[in-house]
């Protein structure tokens, strides 16, 4: 490898995954971090652990699920797009409703998508949350 050509490469888009079911945690983990330029730094199991490992890993990306004991994803929205205004956050749920989709994008989600999404879907939708400005 060419001197400095190591500092040329793009780093990592580094993603915090948060959901309560351990086993979507786990899928998510494995699938994203088989993408070259997906970095999985941490994995969150309710809303208060999102919001305290967005402060202290600082992700470029949080996959953040609606529906999660102690702080529900909405709440744990707004308090990360208030204090974090750097880092995307894509919300996923299983119940896909208008209303709830225009809420959690005025709170500030760079995007939106339904539990079950296609791996490769999501690879792309998470990149594409980096590249808004």
Request: glycine share 6%; charged share 30%.
């Amino acid at each position: 490898m060419p001197k400095g050509a190591a500092q040329r490469e793009v780093a990592a888009t580094r993603v915090l995954i948060c959901d309560d079911v351990a086993e979507l945690r786990s899928a998510y983990r494995v699938w994203l971090s088989a993408e070259r330029d997906i970095d999985v730094v941490g994995e969150a199991a309710n809303g208060n652990e999102a919001v305290a490992m967005t402060r202290e890993l600082l992700p470029d990306v949080v996959l953040l699920d609606i529906q999660m004991p102690e702080k529900d994803g909405m709440q744990a929205l707004e308090e990360i797009a208030r204090d974090h205004p750097d880092t995307k956050v894509v919300m996923m749920t299983g119940l896909v409703d208008a209303r709830l989709e225009h809420r959690a994008l005025q709170l500030g989600a760079a995007d939106f998508i339904k539990k079950g999404t296609d791996f490769k879907d999501l690879a792309d939708r998470i990149r594409a949350a980096t590249s808004k400005s």
